[in-house]
C-alpha cells in the first residue's frame, strides 16, 4: 500500500516568491492534515480537512497562505509570498476519519528561503 | 488547552542500553497519548497510542509506554537500545475538544553509541 506521497520533496526560493506544496493522501482516506515544523521543534497543525472541507484552519496565515482539496483526495498548500521566517519541514498526514487516532504522515518538504 | 512537556532535548544511551524518553502532558480530563519516531528526512512514524484502555502500551520495534494518572506522565521506555533506534522521538496529546487536533512535545534526539 502506497503511503502519504509529498512533492518535491525539497525547495529553495527567495523571499518574496510564492511556493507550492502538493500532497496525495493514502487512498480512501478521507481526513487531510498539512502540518508545520520548524527545525526542532514538534509538527504544528495548519490546517485539517475531512473531504474537500477545511475544518480546522484557525493555525494557518490566511494572509499569505491558502490550501485547497478540490476533490477531496489530492491537497496543494500554497504560500504567496514566501518569507524568511516560513523556512521549515511541511507535512501532510491522513487518517480514515476524524476520529481514527492513528495520522500516516509523509516524508515532507523542506523549504528554505533566502 | 492541553499540552506535553518532553523532558531533555538530547537523551544518548550505549547500545543495549535501557531507553527513557519522558513525556508529561497536562489535561484536566483523560487524553489520548501517542509517541511518534522520526527518522532524518522522514515524516513521523506511531510507535504507540494510549486510547484509556490498558495502561501499559505496547508499541512496534520493542518499545512500550505507562500511562501514570497521579504523575500525569507517559514515559517511553526500551529495555535494550539498537544503533538503528537512533531518530527523533515525539509525545503527543490529542485534545479532546474543539477539533481534537493532536498537539506535539517539542522532540527527544535518541543517540545509540556501540
Known amino acids: 500500500e502506497a503511503g502519504v506521497v509529498q512533492s518535491p520533496r525539497y525547495k529553495i526560493i527567495e523571499k518574496k516568491q510564492p511556493v507550492a506544496f502538493w500532497c496525495n493522501p493514502i487512498s480512501g482516506h478521507n481526513t487531510l492534515y498539512w502540518y508545520r515544523q520548524n527545525l526542532g521543534q514538534g509538527p504544528e497543525l495548519l490546517i485539517r480537512?475531512?473531504?474537500?472541507?477545511?475544518?480546522?484552519d484557525s493555525q494557518l496565515p490566511k494572509d499569505r497562505f491558502s490550501a485547497e482539496r478540490l476533490k477531496g483526495v489530492d491537497s496543494t498548500l500554497k504560500i504567496q509570498p514566501a518569507e524568511l521566517g516560513d523556512s521549515a519541514v511541511y507535512l501532510c498526514?491522513?487518517?480514515?476519519?476524524?476520529?481514527?487516532?492513528?495520522?500516516?504522515f509523509g516524508p515532507g518538504t523542506r523549504l528554505t528561503v533566502l | 488547552a492541553q499540552s506535553v512537556t518532553q523532558l531533555g532535548s538530547h537523551v544518548s544511551v550505549s547500545e543495549g542500553a535501557l531507553v527513557l524518553l519522558r513525556c508529561n502532558y497536562s489535561?484536566?480530563?483523560?487524553?489520548?497519548l501517542f509517541w511518534y519516531v522520526q527518522y532524518p528526512n522522514q515524516g513521523l512514524q506511531l510507535l504507540l497510542k494510549?486510547?484509556?484502555?490498558?495502561?501499559l502500551v505496547k508499541g512496534i520495534n520493542g518499545f512500550e509506554a505507562e500511562f501514570k494518572k497521579s504523575e500525569t506522565s507517559f514515559h517511553l521506555t526500551k529495555p535494550s537500545a539498537h544503533m538503528s533506534d537512533a531518530a527523533e522521538y515525539f509525545c503527543a496529546v490529542r485534545e479532546n475538544t474543539g477539533f481534537q487536533k493532536l498537539v506535539f512535545g517539542t522532540g527527544t534526539r535518541l543517540l545509540v553509541s556501540p
Open positions: 498526514a491522513s487518517s480514515s476519519g476524524p476520529e481514527d487516532n492513528e495520522q500516516f
Open positions: 489535561s484536566s480530563v483523560p487524553p489520548y
Open positions: 494510549y486510547t484509556s484502555a490498558a495502561t
Open positions: 480537512y475531512e473531504n474537500e472541507e477545511a475544518v480546522d
